[in-house]
C-alpha cells in the first residue's frame, strides 16, 4: 500500500503504473487529494481581501482539469490492464503554466484580457506530454503574461506562497508551478524560460527547474511574452523527472519555424555516469549583484550573501571530489544582462500585446465608446494590469525610430557580447573548454511577499544571474544545493553550450546522488509537514 | 497614448513616468560599456541558425482549420461568420 503516491519520484510513478502495482487513477486521486489540502482558494479575479486561512495555503492553481485528468488515467489504466504499451510518462501527473493553450481549458495569461478566453488548441509540448501518458491536472497561477519574478502581478489572487515559507514569494514567472512542484501537487509542471522565469522559482521553491537550447522545445501555443528568448521548460522534484520531460518534449515542430531540426540526445541513457574528467566554470563575475537601491535611483554593486556564495563553492567541491575539474573563468558583460533585456523584452512584449485589443478574442470593456480607437483604449486599460502596460510604454519608447539605435540596436549588441562571454569559455573555444559553469541561481532566497512588487527595476534585477542565458540561447538548470539559515532554499545554476541538455543533468545528477544523504535534503516544506509519510 | 492604445488615469500616469524613468536609469547601464562599435553584430536569438540546423519554409498551401468554430464562438462580436469591429474613427484626410 503506497500512502502518498503524490510525494513519490514521477519516473517511480511510471514504473508501478507500468507493473501494475498502482493505478492510475489512484495517483489522480492522491494528487487532488493533496491539492485539497494545502492549495486553498484557486485564483479569481477581484479576490481582494485575503483571509487568515488564505494566508496559510499555497494557491498554485488557477484552474484544476479534474474530469481530464480521470479520463486520462482511466485510459492509461485501460491499456495496461489490456496489454498494450503505455507511454513513457504513464501516469505521471502534471500541471501546466496557464501561458500554455490546453485545448478545452480556460487559458488566461494570469490577466483580465484572457480571463475566459478557452483554448481552441493544445500547445505542441504539452500535446507530446499527454501522447506520452502524461495527465495533466491543472492550470497555474503566474504573474501576469509571465511579467515578473514574483507572481504577485497576476489578476487572480490569491497569487502563489512558497510552501517552505508561506509568507514569502514562490519566485516567478512560473511560480505557480514551482509551489505545485515542492507541495507535491503534481510531480512535474511546466512552465516558460524568459529570462529565468523556470530556474528562480525551482530555486526559490527547492526544486529542479529546466532552461532548454532556444529552439530545442516548440512555442507554438505559448503565449508569446519576448519571442527571441521564450523557452518552454520542466520543473521537477528531481533530476531524472526533468529529464523524461524534456526528452518528451523535445524536438522540430514545424508549427514553430524556430525550432531546430536537429535530433535531441537521449538524455537518460548516461545520466548517472558521473563527471569525471568534466571541465567545470565558476566565476566572480556571478557572486556580486548590481542592482538600485531601495528609495534611491543609484546603481550599487555589491557581493552576494555569503551563504548563498558558500553554497555554489560547495556544490563545486562536491564536483570535484567526483573528479570533475573546477576553473576559475571570466564572464565581463553578466553584468548588462538586465539592462539590455529591459530593451529587448520591452520591444517584444510591445510587439506581442497589440494582438490584445477587444476585437478578436478576450475581454471588451462594458463602458460606451465612440469608435475603435476608443473601444482599443478602454479596453486595454482595463484588461490590462500594470506590468503589460508599463512593457507597452517603454517597449514603443526604446524602439522609436529617433532612439532605435541608441537602445534597440545597442542592447541586441550586448547581446552578442554576451554570448561571447560563453562561447569564449565552452568547449571548442581556444579558451577554458568549460563543459559547464556553475553559479548561483539567484542573488537572494526567496524574499517576503509584498517587499519587492511595484518596483519594477528592484524586481527585474532578481534575474540577473538567470537571463545571461536568455540572452545567449544555450541551455541551464537550476539545482537545490542547501537551504539557507532561515530554512530557505538555495539553488544552483548550471549553464552549458547550445544543446548540451544531456551534460548538464548529467552533472545535475551526479550532483544529487552526492548529496542525496545530506541533511537539507531531508527537510520538508513546512506547508506539507505532517502529509508526508 | 495613442499609439499605444491605452487610455490612462493622471494618477496612473504618474506612476508609470515614475517607473519608467527608473527603468530608462538601468537601460542607461549599458552606457558604461565601451565595447559595443559600429562593426559590433547583433544577435537576434542566441544560438546560430544555420542550414544545418533550420527549417525549410513550409509549402504556402491553404488548409481548412477546425478551430474556426471554437475561435468565432469566442469574439466579442461576430455577424454571419465575420468579425465586427466598432466604427472606425473618422479623420481627414491632409
Known sequence: ????????????????????????????????????????????????????????????????????????AERIDKKIEGGKEAGPMAGIPISVKDIFLVKGTRTTAGSRILSSFVAPYTATCVEMLEAADAIVIGKTNLDEFTFGSSCESSAFKPTPRNPWSLDRVPGGSSGGSAAAVAAGEGSISIGSDTAGSVRQPASFCGVVGFKPTYGRVSRHGLIAFGSSLDCPGPISNNVI????????????????????????????????????????GISEDYFRIIYKSPGSNKLRQEPISKEIKATVENAARTLESLGAKIIEVNMPHTRYGIPAYFVISRVEAASNLHRFDGVKYGFRTEDSYIDLNEMYSKTRAQGFGSQPILRILMGMYVSAAQYSEDYYRKALKLR?????????????????????????????????????????????????????????????????????????????????????????????????????????????????????? | MEFAAIELTEEEAIYFLKQLNIQLTAIHEMDLITEIETTTPITTHGIRYTTMNTQFLREDVAKVSSYADSILAQMPETKSRYVVTPSLPLRELE
Open chain 1, 1 to 72: 500500500m503506497i500512502n502518498h503516491p503524490c510525494d513519490l519520484p514521477g519516473h517511480k510513478l511510471t514504473r508501478l503504473v507500468k507493473r501494475k502495482e498502482l493505478s492510475a487513477v489512484a495517483i489522480v486521486d492522491s494528487v487532488f487529494a493533496r491539492i485539497k489540502s494545502v492549495d486553498g482558494e484557486p485564483g479569481k479575479l477581484d479576490y481582494l481581501n485575503l483571509t487568515r486561512e488564505d494566508k496559510e495555503k499555497v494557491h498554485a492553481f488557477i484552474s484544476l482539469t479534474e474530469d481530464r485528468a480521470y479520463q486520462a
Open chain 1, 416 to 533: 552578442s557580447l554576451i554570448r561571447s562571454d560563453f562561447e569564449e569559455v565552452f568547449k571548442d573555444s581556444s579558451g577554458p573548454q568549460l563543459d559547464a559553469l556553475m553559479t548561483p541561481t539567484n542573488p537572494t532566497v526567496a524574499f517576503p511577499i509584498n517587499e519587492v512588487y511595484g518596483d519594477s527595476v528592484l524586481m527585474q534585477y532578481a534575474d540577473q544571474f538567470t537571463v545571461p542565458a536568455n540572452h545567449a540561447g544555450i541551455p541551464g538548470i537550476s539545482i537545490p544545493a542547501g537551504l539557507s539559515e532561515s530554512k530557505l532554499p538555495i539553488g544552483v545554476q548550471l549553464l552549458g553550450p547550445d544543446f548540451s541538455e544531456e551534460t548538464l543533468f548529467r552533472i545535475a545528477r551526479a550532483h544529487e546522488i552526492a548529496t542525496q544523504n545530506d541533511p537539507w535534503r531531508s527537510a520538508t516544506p513546512p506547508a506539507v509537514e505532517g502529509l508526508r509519510s
Open chain 1, 241 to 280: 523527472d526533468a529529464a523524461i520531460a524534456l526528452q518528451t518534449m523535445a524536438g522540430k515542430d514545424s508549427r514553430d519555424p524556430t525550432t531546430i531540426t536537429q535530433k535531441p540526445e537521449d538524455y537518460l541513457a548516461q545520466i548517472s555516469d558521473g563527471v569525471e574528467g568534466m571541465r567545470i
